[in-house]
């Protein structure tokens, strides 16, 4: 709020009924910059070379858990590496017990199919039933 302010006019000053924008200026570039630099946080670094699959797509969750098989059998959850063995355990922490969480599966082209589906029997053992498996999208063959 400001005042102008006139000679002679004695002991009343007039309001100036004007909006100062510069403060929500200053908040909204802080804004634009802090999402700036936390969106490329949120993505998944692990290079995998995943097959080609014609499936329509469904629309990703908010926050959603992968679980990556790479050539050397090495898993890892996000971005953490992860033992076979620890990976039920490790999943429990990350859903929060939570068993109904869909898990979404992806292995290089190279891995071969059994060691999938002992990952698999893994995940049903530790009691995630619920697999979506990731691949790339392609233009569907006629």
């Given at each position: 709020m400001g005042l102008h302010l006139?000679?002679?006019?004695?002991?009343?000053?007039?309001?100036?009924?004007?909006?100062?924008?510069?403060?929500f200026i200053d908040v909204m570039l802080v804004l634009l910059i802090i999402f700036m630099v936390a969106a490329p946080?949120?993505?998944?670094?692990?290079?995998?070379?995943l097959p080609a699959s014609t499936a329509k797509p469904?629309?990703?969750?908010?926050?959603?858990?992968?679980?990556?098989?790479?050539?050397?059998?090495?898993?890892?959850i996000?971005?953490?590496?992860?033992?076979?063995e620890q990976l039920g355990q490790y999943l429990?922490?990350?859903?929060?017990?939570?068993?109904?969480?869909t898990i979404f599966f992806q292995a290089d082209k190279g891995v071969d199919y059994g060691d999938l589906m002992e990952v698999m029997n893994t995940l049903r053992a530790a009691g995630y039933l619920k697999v979506g498996l990731v691949g790339l999208e392609t233009a569907a063959k006629k």
């Open positions: 006139k000679e002679g006019a004695g002991d009343e000053l007039a309001e100036n009924h004007e909006i100062n924008v510069t403060p946080l949120a993505t998944v670094d692990i290079k995998v070379d469904e629309p990703r969750p908010e926050k959603p858990l992968f679980l990556s098989v790479k050539t050397d059998k090495s898993l890892y996000g971005d953490n590496a992860v033992k076979k429990d922490e990350k859903t929060k017990g939570k068993k109904d969480t």
